[in-house]
């Protein structure tokens, strides 16, 4: 079975530091993706990155980059220089790229950025 | 490109009542898929829906159904509605053109069952 875990349900960063978004998955799939996604109280899902199971280079987005270490199974999210408009939920999930379509997601981190 | 649009934002119902939600995915997405987002639970996968046929079903009761059109928007309904159905509905398209491609989301549809 698929899981994705995130062990900080919430947390305040000073504004214009970095911060780091933990993932951790399980999987018995030899492909998959990990996406990771905002979702401001607005309620929309805003996609952020992804990184593939056989790509050798970690992805990167503008400010966000995703720290993947295939051998712990980790896919943390790295935000640069953090802004006020960057507090919302950040959610990883991740798609078995041999299995069906649907995305697995983890319960997802509360990011406060105090000005 | 037009977003992922959904229909309607907010609606109100009473336990025992029917519902019917709307998405229009991106222009040239034929993949549509339906996630339902509740503090408890979390996220989701109820459904997805390619070229009009379902592809894939999350473990929801029947109770829970949907269809997909030739222009690629689908609709989701939700029969008997109990309290606990009260949720963010969201839609997400995708080209499904590969293993690797994006789901983009919708802004959600925020049910309330009274």
């Known amino acids: 079975a698929q899981k994705i875990t995130q062990t900080q349900p919430g947390m305040f960063v000073q504004e214009k530091e970095a911060v780091t978004l933990d993932c951790t998955y399980d999987?018995?799939?030899?492909?998959?993706?990990l996406f990771w996604y905002k979702q401001p109280s607005s309620g929309e899902m805003i996609f952020l990155i992804y990184?593939?199971?056989?790509d050798e280079q970690n992805a990167t987005e503008g400010r966000y980059s995703l720290n993947f270490q295939k051998a712990r199974k980790s896919a943390n999210l790295v935000i640069s220089a953090s802004q006020l408009g960057d507090s919302a939920m950040y959610f990883c999930?991740?798609?078995?790229?041999?299995?069906?379509?649907?995305?697995?997601w983890g319960a997802g981190t509360k990011l406060i950025i105090k000005p | 490109k037009a977003g992922v649009t959904q229909t309607p934002r907010y609606l109100i119902k009473t336990r025992g009542q029917q519902v019917t939600l709307s998405c229009s995915p991106i222009s040239g997405h034929r993949s549509v898929s339906w996630y339902q987002q509740t503090p408890g639970q979390g996220l989701q996968f109820l459904f997805e829906y390619f070229s009009e046929t379902q592809r894939n079903k999350g473990n929801f009761p029947g109770r829970f159904s949907g269809r997909q059109f030739s222009n690629s928007r689908s609709e989701m309904n939700v029969s008997t509605l109990e309290l606990g159905d009260s949720a963010l509905y969201l839609c997400?398209?995708?080209?499904?053109?590969?293993?690797?491609?994006?789901?983009?989301f919708g802004p959600g549809t925020r049910l309330t069952v009274l």
């Open positions: 990184q593939g199971s056989y």
């Open positions: 999930a991740m798609r078995g790229l041999d299995s069906n379509y649907q995305l697995i």
């Open positions: 999987t018995s799939d030899q492909s998959y993706g």
């Open positions: 997400a398209s995708s080209s499904r053109d590969s293993n690797t491609d994006t789901q983009y």
